[in-house]
């Protein structure tokens, strides 16, 4: 169900972005959702296609890029990338890691007709 | 989507693997392709479409609220916290035990998030504690909206006081509600002896949410197979460094250092 609010979220900022441009329709929509989102796209994507259909964005294309997870490790004492959240460091196979990245969920732009 | 509460399945497996394609890997399907990395190349201008940059994060909104409940709570020197777990943790009866002996410390509130119903905030008002009850209908988190609502109401009665306890119970759901910032200073997990202790390793986002694990109904570990230092070493492995503290609402054991925690914070808010 959090999936339903963040798409109200992202087609808000959607609508609003396309409406001060005075765009006629939304072509496409392009997504950021980090490798650590907390989110699951395939369910937010569903979500924006229903929250959009009265709107300036009904039947737009959804693109999401998903950008890598990044931790530092403070026992390899670099940056490393983990499978998942809660996953071990792949190097060393310890835990003490510190989120860098990955986590973001942004909207990045949008195509107007 | 499961058509009950919404959650998606996008990245459900079957003994590891996926259960059914998901739409980012099976063949484009109309409305969504998967793209290159973010800094391939446009090229814009060849038809009639314009790009506009929005860079926004998707829980700006959200995130903009919590901001504004944050400092009104620090202007107050207001030490509030958001209480996560699963549904029958024991978060009410901890929440009940909590104000029973904290009572006379310094003046405390209670907020309370469930899909239905009121019997939460009627139990915190039988201690004398003021409540507000939030009933998200088919949701399955607080946000920053519905909280801001319940301070106003808080307010109205005269209950949210300077320098003041707030306690936040969300609804029960380890999932949805770690997303959400409520303004709080801290989201509190708590962990009961009845659950599996690999709960950490199966919910990461929330236990990763957390600046403490509270170990609930520690009176039946004899009576259950739960390894309490393998549910600790578990939730430390997804956040490491989580402090822990143990508890009962059936015996003293973890009390003092619970409310000694809750009288720091209180003594450090709006500082």
Redesign the interface.
């Known amino acids: 169900?959090?999936?339903?609010?963040?798409a109200e979220?992202?087609v808000?900022?959607?609508e609003d972005?396309?409406r001060q441009?005075g765009?006629k329709r939304v072509?496409?929509v392009?997504?950021?959702l980090g490798a650590l989102a907390?989110?699951?796209?395939?369910?937010?994507?569903?979500?924006c296609?229903l929250v959009a259909r009265d709107g300036v964005a009904a039947?737009?294309?959804?693109?999401?890029?998903r950008?890598a997870a990044e931790a530092w490790c403070?026992n390899c004492l670099r940056i490393v990338v983990p499978a998942?959240?809660?996953a071990?460091c792949p190097d060393c196979g310890g835990?003490?890691?510190?989120?860098r990245a990955g986590e973001?969920?942004?909207?990045?732009?949008?195509?107007?007709? | 989507?499961c058509t009950t509460?919404?959650?998606?399945?996008?990245?459900v497996t079957i003994n590891g693997r996926a259960a059914r394609p998901?739409?980012?890997d099976a063949a484009p399907r109309a409305?969504?392709?998967?793209?290159?990395?973010?800094d391939a190349v446009h090229a814009?201008g060849l038809d009639?479409?314009?790009?506009?940059?929005?860079?926004?994060?998707?829980?700006?909104?959200?995130d903009a609220r919590a901001a504004r409940i944050r400092a009104q709570l620090k202007t107050q020197g207001i030490f509030a916290l958001n209480l996560v777990s699963s549904p029958g943790s024991g978060k009410t009866s901890l929440l009940v035990e909590t104000l029973r002996r904290w009572a006379g410390r310094a003046p405390a509130a209670v907020i309370e998030g469930d899909q239905q119903t009121a019997n939460d905030a009627e139990r915190i008002r039988a201690t004398g504690v003021p409540a507000v009850q939030i009933n998200t209908g088919?949701?399955?988190?607080l946000?920053a909206r519905m909280v801001a609502q319940a301070l106003g109401q808080l307010q109205e009665e005269g209950a949210l006081l300077d320098r003041s306890l707030l306690l936040i119970e969300n609804v029960g759901n380890l999932?949805?509600p770690?997303?959400?910032d409520l303004g709080e200073a801290h989201k509190v997990a708590i962990l009961s002896v009845t659950e599996g202790e690999d709960k950490?390793?199966k919910y990461?986002?929330m236990?990763?949410a957390a600046d403490l694990m509270i170990l609930s109904k520690t009176d039946l570990l004899p009576y259950l197979d739960f390894d309490a230092e393998a549910a600790i070493a578990m939730a430390?492995?997804?956040r490491?460094g989580l402090p822990v503290i143990r508890l009962s609402t059936r015996d003293d054991a973890g009390w003092a250092q619970w409310l000694d925690w809750l009288g720091a914070g209180l003594a450090r808010a709006g500082a």
């Open positions: 169900m959090h999936e339903l609010m963040l979220s992202v808000r900022l959607v972005t396309a441009a765009a072509t496409r392009r997504l950021a907390h989110v699951d796209p395939d369910a937010l994507l569903y979500c296609e039947g737009a294309v959804y693109e999401v890029d950008p403070a998942a959240a809660g071990s835990f003490e890691l510190d989120i973001e969920m942004r909207v990045i732009d949008i195509a107007v007709a | 989507m509460c919404g959650c998606g399945h996008g990245q998901t739409r980012s409305g969504y392709r998967a793209v290159a990395p973010l814009p009639a479409e314009r790009t506009l940059r929005i860079e926004q994060n998707i829980l700006a909104d959200n088919k949701g399955c988190h946000d999932v949805c770690a997303a959400f950490p390793l990461p986002d236990f990763r430390r492995q997804v490491p």
